[in-house]
C-alpha cells in the first residue's frame, strides 16, 4: 500500500499490515498523534487494510506559541 | 467499530470517551463539548460579538465553524505574519473557509502594521521567532478585537494545548504563569477603574474540552480545508516536544490529558491565582495600549520595547537574512 505522510510531504510503500494499527506500529507512529485516512474519509484502529490501499496519516499535533 | 449513537460504521474512535462516531456524529459530539465549555466556565452569550482569531489552522477554523453552527455571532480575524509561502496559504486556507461559510474575515498584516515580518523580527532582534510572534499576536488580536468594537477574542486552543503549557509551567514552576492558565481571561481596564472601557479584551477558549486529534476529525469531516503543514518556523519547538511526551502517555492512559488540565483548574488553580490580577494595567506612553510589563515604574509595553528594536537595528544597517531551513523529523 502506498502511505503519504506529512511534514515534509512524501510517499512510502508499504506491504504487510492488514489493519490501521499494525500499520501505525510497522511505522513506529503514535495512533493518538496522527488520523489515518483513505479516499477522504478516517479510519479507525480496527478498519482493516489491503495492499491496494492508497492512505495518508496525517499528524495532528502542531507547535508553535499560540 | 460501530458508532456509539447510531450504531453505523464509524469513522473516528475516540478511546477517552470510549466511544466512536460516524462523520454526522463526531460534528455533534464536537459541537457539545464546545457547548458545554461555553455553559461551564460562562465565556459569552449569543448577544456578545466574537472575534475568532483564525490562522487558517484546522483548530481555528473548526471553532470557527462550530460557533456559527452553534449560532454565535462569529467573525474571522487572519493576521498575516509574512514567512513566505506558509503564510500565503494559511491566509487563502481562512479566505476560502469564510466564503464558504459566508463569514466576514478581517485581514491585517504585521508588514503593513508595522514595517517588519515574523523572520525579519527575529533576525533584528535576535530572539527565536515563535517569541516575537507569539508576543505581536497577542498585541495586534487585543487591537484588532478593540478596534473593531467585538466583546470577546476567541482562540483555538485546545485541550493538547492548554495540557503543554500546563506540563511546561510545571516543569518549570513558573507560578505566575499557572495563576493566569484559565480557559477565560477577564477583561482588564486601565489602573483598575470598573466602569472605564476595557483595555484588555475579555480572552476565551472553547475548545479545552476537545482533544487536537479531536479538532483535526472534525475538520476533516465538517469538510474543512485547512492547511496541514507547520509553520517552517517551528524547529526545535518544545511545546511540541511536550505535546508528544503527554501524548505518549495518553496512548497507554486515555483521559491523562483530560484529568492532568481539568484536575489542575479544579484542585490547584486556585492555589495560584492570587500571584495574578494585583498588577495594576496601565496605559503604555508610547501607543496606549495597555501594558503590566513594568508596571508605573517602567509604562512601556514589551510590544512597543521590541519594535522599536526592531527598526533602531535596521535604521543601524542590521539586514535580516533568510533564516536557514531546517527541517524537524517526525
Ligand atoms: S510556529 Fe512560531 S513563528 Fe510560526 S506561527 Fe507559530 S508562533 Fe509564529
Ligand atoms: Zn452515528
Ligand atoms: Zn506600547
Redesign the interface.
Known amino acids: 500500500m502506498k502511505v503519504k ?4 510531504d512524501r510517499v512510502v510503500d508499504v506491504s504487510g499490515p492488514s489493519d490501521v494499527v499494525s500499520l501505525l506500529r510497522r511505522l513506529e507512529i ?6 489515518v ?1 483513505r479516499d ?8 482493516a487494510l489491503s495492499q491496494e490501499d492508497e492512505l495518508e496519516i ?9 | ?1 460501530r458508532c456509539k449513537v447510531c450504531l453505523e460504521h ?4 475516540i ?1 477517552r470517551h470510549n466511544a ?1 462516531f460516524c ?1 454526522p456524529h463526531l460534528l455533534d459530539h464536537i459541537r457539545n463539548q464546545v457547548a458545554r465549555a461555553i455553559k461551564e466556565f460562562k465565556m459569552f452569550g449569543h448577544d456578545d460579538r466574537l472575534l475568532v482569531a483564525a ?1 487558517g ?3 481555528s477554523l473548526a471553532l470557527w465553524d462550530i460557533l456559527l453552527a452553534l449560532g454565535y455571532d462569529a467573525t474571522g480575524f487572519y493576521l498575516s505574519l509574512g514567512i513566505g509561502g506558509y503564510s500565503s496559504r494559511s491566509r487563502k486556507a481562512a479566505e476560502d473557509f469564510a466564503a464558504s461559510r459566508g463569514a466576514k474575515l478581517i485581514v491585517r498584516s504585521l508588514e503593513d502594521e508595522h514595517g517588519y515580518t515574523v523572520p525579519e523580527l527575529a533576525q533584528l532582534t535576535g530572539r527565536v521567532p ?2 516575537g ?2 508576543l505581536n ?1 497577542r498585541y495586534e488580536f487585543n487591537r484588532a478585537a478593540l478596534e473593531e468594537g467585538f466583546d470577546v477574542l476567541v ?3 485546545n485541550l ?2 492548554e495540557v503543554a503549557t500546563l506540563f511546561g509551567n510545571v516543569l518549570h514552576w513558573n507560578i505566575d504563569m499557572l495563576g493566569r492558565q484559565a480557559p477565560v481571561l477577564e477583561e482588564r481596564v486601565l489602573g483598575g477603574d470598573a466602569g472605564t472601557p476595557p483595555a484588555l479584551v475579555r480572552k476565551v477558549k472553547p475548545l479545552v474540552r476537545v482533544a ?2 479531536e ?3 472534525y475538520a ?2 465538517a469538510g474543512i480545508d485547512y492547511i ?4 517552517p ?2 524547529d526545535g ?1 518544545t ?2 516536544l511536550y ?2 511526551a503527554i ?2 502517555i ?2 497507554s492512559s486515555p483521559g491523562t490529558k483530560h484529568q492532568m488540565y481539568f484536575g489542575f483548574l479544579k484542585r490547584a488553580a486556585h492555589h495560584f491565582a492570587d500571584q495574578q490580577d494585583d498588577a495594576v494595567v496601565v496605559a503604555c506612553t508610547n501607543c496606549g495600549a495597555p501594558t503590566v510589563a513594568g508596571g508605573p515604574a517602567d509604562p512601556v509595553c514589551s510590544f512597543c520595547k521590541t519594535k522599536a528594536l526592531a527598526h533602531h537595528r535596521r535604521d543601524q544597517g542590521v539586514t535580516p537574512r533568510r533564516p536557514a531551513r531546517r ?2 523529523s ?1
Open positions: 505522510l506529512r511534514n515534509p503514535v495512533p493518538e498523534a496522527v488520523l485516512i477522504h474519509t478516517l479510519l479507525t484502529r480496527d478498519e496525517r499528524p495532528v499535533l502542531s507547535g508553535g506559541s499560540r | 467499530m464509524a469513522v473516528v474512535d478511546r466512536a462523520g490562522s489552522g484546522k483548530d515563535c517569541s510572534c507569539g499576536k482562540t483555538g486552543h493538547d494545548d487536537e486529534r479538532s483535526a476529525a476533516l469531516v496541514v503543514e507547520e509553520c518556523m517551528v519547538n511545546q511540541h505535546k508528544e501524548t505518549l495518553e496512548e527541517r524537524r517526525r
